[in-house]
């Protein structure tokens, strides 16, 4: 039974930038529909990873929070509702969320988002929440940096709506290189998850593809974003080891099911350059990997309720997606082989056949448009319930 603490009649709306260097939100202000938004994490140079989380701002790109109910952006039960998620997990579920940098405030954080929905405590004292640093230590963590420290917490909130009794791990890798976020990957591993999200990315190319081991774990489900910028493809999305999670734009409508969705214009994908095609994938014109698998809401225009830093705010990007579907997995805690149930039980999911992220080769248009069956920006579509999600 999820519930909504109350509050104020009218939200306090506040705004504020962060401080420049690594605080700062980045990049200009976009729009979706009468929304703007900002990237919040800086992109990422050389060998290392971007966050994929947009945050909502004003229009001159400040960001947008509200100190009190109501709350903007979607709820835990929207997203339940949207998806059919009416299995809440097991304690023996490890779901890991890998981030880079460190996020001081965590853990009280994340009891001020589920404490607002209903959800159950989730604390060190309790069992429920670790937060690690790299190596698996509770202590010794890396720096704040509140771009990533703002995707931390979507990410932990995003878990905990789809699997409310899982246990969760924060992961804070030392930076956001692929080799220091590949480390906090493999600690994940090692220390029993049975899932691991990771919503950051960077341009594929054959010297990020040398950390695809890193994402390579029999029997866990590493979910990887796809992406903010549209059509192209991202690392670690592109590796054939890992559940891809592209992003569409859920409204709330009159259907039978309650909830429409189209492609998000800023989710990724593409065939691979790199990789080979996963033997469960079986879509004609790319030879290689095709991305993405699945996908989930990503659009700020329909985005998330997220808490952080003392205040509420409507977060999208593949950075929702990604723990989303991760949390998922952790509701079914079944057995897991890569991407490969998603294939195997396509009518678990609510296909999407409408909208694009860009413009494609006229043989190959399904890379960047929403069709019947698969396409790249949503893989074969967004969860109906948990079957597709685990053996």
Same mark, same amino acid.
């Given at each position: 039974?999820?519930?909504?603490?109350?509050? !104020?009649?009218?939200?306090?709306?506040?705004?504020?930038?962060?401080?420049?260097?690594?605080?700062?939100? $980045?990049?200009?202000?976009?729009?979706?529909?009468?929304?703007?938004?900002? #990237?919040?994490?800086?992109?990422?140079?050389?060998?290392?990873?971007?966050?994929?989380?947009?945050?909502?701002? %004003?229009?001159?790109?400040?960001?947008?929070?509200?100190?009190?109910?109501?709350?903007?952006?979607?709820?835990?039960?929207?997203?339940?509702?949207?998806?059919?998620?009416?299995? /809440?997990?097991?304690?023996?579920?490890?779901?890991?969320?890998? %981030?880079?940098?460190?996020?001081? /405030?965590?853990?009280? +954080?994340? &009891?001020?988002?589920?404490?607002?929905?209903?959800?159950?405590?989730? *604390?060190?004292?309790?069992?429920?929440?670790? =937060?690690?640093?790299?190596?698996?230590? +509770? =202590?010794?963590?890396?720096?704040?940096?509140?771009?990533?420290?703002?995707? $931390?917490?979507? %990410?932990?909130?995003?878990?905990? #709506?789809?699997?409310?009794?899982?246990?969760?791990?924060?992961?804070?890798a030392k930076t956001n290189s692929f080799g220091h976020l590949g480390e906090a990957v493999d600690t994940a591993a090692a220390l029993g998850a049975h899932v691991i999200s990771n919503s950051y990315g960077g341009t594929e190319s054959n010297r990020v593809a040398q950390y695809e081991p890193f994402y390579d774990h029999p029997g866990v489900a590493v979910?990887?974003?796809?992406? %903010?910028?549209?059509?192209?493809?991202?690392?670690?999305?592109?590796?054939?080891?890992?559940?891809?999670?592209? &992003?569409?734009?859920?409204? #709330?409508?009159?259907?039978?099911?309650?909830? #429409?969705?189209?492609?998000? !214009?800023?989710?990724?994908? &593409?065939?691979?350059?790199?990789?080979?095609?996963?033997?469960?994938? *079986?879509? =004609?014109?790319?030879?290689?990997?095709?991305?993405?698998?699945?996908?989930?809401?990503?659009?700020? /225009? *329909? &985005?998330?309720?997220?808490?952080?830093?003392?205040?509420?705010?409507?977060?999208?990007?593949?950075s929702v997606s990604a723990p989303l579907v991760g949390g998922i997995f952790g509701a079914n805690g079944g057995a897991v082989d890569a991407a490969s149930t998603i294939y195997?039980?396509?009518?678990?999911?609510? @296909?999407?056949?409408?909208?694009?992220? !860009?413009?494609?080769?006229?043989?190959?248009?399904?890379?960047?448009?929403?069709?019947?069956?698969? @396409?790249?920006?949503? !893989?074969?579509?967004?969860? =109906?319930?948990?079957?597709?999600?685990?053996?």
């Amino acid at each position: 039974m999820y519930r909504v603490l109350s509050g !104020g009649m009218l939200a306090a709306l506040v705004t504020f930038g962060f401080s420049p260097g690594a605080h700062a939100l $980045s990049g200009p202000v976009q729009r979706s529909g009468n929304t703007f938004y900002r #990237a919040v994490c800086a992109p990422a140079v050389g060998l290392a990873a971007q966050c994929h989380s947009h945050v909502v701002t %004003d229009v001159a790109g400040n960001m947008l929070s509200y100190a009190h109910p109501p709350i903007g952006g979607k709820s835990p039960a929207d997203l339940r509702d949207a998806y059919k998620i009416t299995a /809440n997990g097991s304690p023996s579920t490890i779901v890991a969320i890998v %981030d880079a940098f460190g996020y001081d /405030n965590a853990e009280a +954080e994340l &009891g001020v988002y589920r404490a607002q929905w209903g959800l159950p405590e989730c *604390t060190t004292k309790n069992g429920c929440f670790k =937060k690690l640093n790299w190596k698996g230590h +509770e =202590k010794h963590y890396p720096p704040q940096n509140n771009g990533w420290a703002l995707e $931390s917490a979507l %990410d932990l909130d995003m878990a905990s #709506a789809m699997c409310p009794n899982c246990t969760l791990y924060l992961i804070e890798a030392k930076t956001n290189s692929f080799g220091h976020l590949g480390e906090a990957v493999d600690t994940a591993a090692a220390l029993g998850a049975h899932v691991i999200s990771n919503s950051y990315g960077g341009t594929e190319s054959n010297r990020v593809a040398q950390y695809e081991p890193f994402y390579d774990h029999p029997g866990v489900a590493v979910t990887a974003s796809t992406g %903010d910028s549209g059509y192209g493809q991202q690392a670690p999305a592109d590796m054939p080891n890992v559940i891809a999670v592209g &992003g569409t734009r859920l409204v #709330a409508d009159g259907s039978k099911r309650g909830w #429409a969705e189209t492609v998000w !214009g800023g989710a990724g994908s &593409g065939c691979s350059h790199v990789f080979q095609k996963p033997a469960w994938q *079986t879509d =004609k014109r790319c030879k290689n990997r095709m991305i993405s698998d699945v996908s989930a809401v990503a659009d700020p /225009n *329909t &985005g998330v309720a997220v808490y952080f830093a003392g205040a509420w705010h409507v977060v999208g990007g593949t950075s929702v997606s990604a723990p989303l579907v991760g949390g998922i997995f952790g509701a079914n805690g079944g057995a897991v082989d890569a991407a490969s149930t998603i294939y195997a039980n396509s009518s678990a999911l609510f @296909d999407v056949t409408t909208g694009n992220n !860009g413009t494609c080769r006229k043989h190959a248009q399904y890379f960047c448009t929403g069709e019947a069956g698969y @396409d790249g920006p949503t !893989g074969l579509g967004t969860p =109906k319930g948990t079957a597709a999600f685990g053996n």
